[in-house]
């Protein structure tokens, strides 16, 4: 296993506010980052995000790349394998507010599939 991949969002988007969920154009989108992650999870002991040059990040951006991840990988298994040493105050905040989010959406639908 290597030790370390880093995922530069600002290169891969190209732009200092990543926007949009998924590419209708084959563009980049918070789908790649995601994808991007899941496929190197088991390659990697750690995966560190870099955010030097975004600004600000869409919400729903934030939702598809990073809290969406807990779709496949639990938040003890998130918080050990992804690393975000670069980020500020207001990433920090994005991040947090989506994951509180996508926990909340997770938790609801498995409710749901429980109910007889």
């Known amino acids: 296993m290597e030790d370390e991949l880093k995922i530069d969002v600002y ?3 190209d732009t200092s506010t990543p926007a949009g969920r998924i590419s209708e154009d084959g563009g980049p989108s918070g789908e790649s980052i995601r994808n991007l992650m899941i496929d190197n999870w088991d390659k990697y002991e750690k995966i560190s995000i870099l955010f030097e040059g975004v600004v600000k990040m869409t919400r729903p951006f934030v ?3 990073f809290a969406k991840v807990l ?3 639990s938040l003890d298994e998130f918080n050990q394998k992804l690393h975000f040493p670069d980020s500020n105050d207001g990433i920090v905040k994005s991040l947090n507010d989506a994951i509180k989010l996508r926990l909340k959406i997770i938790k609801t639908r498995e409710e749901r599939e429980q109910q007889p």
């Open 11 to 13: 290169k891969i988007m």
């Open 63 to 65: 939702d598809e790349a």
């Open 71 to 73: 779709e496949t990988y």
